[in-house]
């Protein structure tokens, strides 16, 4: 930009020409739109600033929420690892004691103690894949319909007839239950 006065370059925000001291009109405008803009970008950055302080409480209380979240999430990714350490260690217990464990089953299979059986294998996490218990297998299933045999006569006993439907059918379902018991057990030889 040229002064209009001298011919000197003068600068955009310039109010008066630096050599000769003539106004500078053509910048006047300029000028204008410039603290026009400054006044409304300082305004913006003002206004922003209040609301960002009236959201403060807000805004930390969802930084809390999003850490407590991720908080609980690592600790049920925790707990659940735990629990498969827990098993590990206990099913490393059952390979260790394998001897001493068969003697128990053994023991219960020779009273006839199915249910005592069967909760033995679960409460120590007993493998029947192993081939320390693979022998096993066929009679851990056996105890397990035994067990549920055995609920099937419980419920007829205790709530009588219409513990499903009806009386005829609460007798053919425990007796199919009872049914599929003696055929498991005949399978097994024992």
Aim: glycine share 6%; charged share 25%; hydrophobic share 35%.
């Amino acid at each position: 930009m040229k002064c209009m006065n001298c011919g000197a370059e003068v600068g955009l925000m310039d109010e008066v020409c630096p050599y000769c001291g003539s106004k500078n009109i053509e910048s006047a405008g300029h000028r204008a739109k410039y603290k026009s803009y400054k006044k409304k970008s300082r305004e913006t950055v003002e206004e922003a600033e209040r609301k960002y302080n009236s959201n403060k409480p807000l805004i930390t209380a969802s930084i809390i929420l999003v850490f407590l979240v991720i908080g609980v999430i690592g600790m049920t990714f925790a707990a659940e690892k735990t629990e498969f350490m827990d098993r590990d260690i206990a099913h490393s217990e059952t390979l260790r004691k394998a001897d001493e464990f068969k003697g128990i089953l053994n023991g219960y299979l020779e009273a006839g103690n199915y249910v005592a059986f069967y909760n033995f294998f679960e409460r120590h996490n007993i493998y029947e894949t192993d081939p320390e218990y693979e022998e096993y297998k066929l009679l851990k299933q056996l105890s397990s319909e035994y067990i549920y045999a055995m609920s099937s006569i419980e419920q007829l006993v205790m709530y009588g007839e219409g513990y499903t439907w009806d009386k005829e059918s609460d007798i053919k379902s425990c007796g199919n239950n009872i049914s599929f018991f003696l055929f498991q057990l005949w399978l097994c030889g024992r």
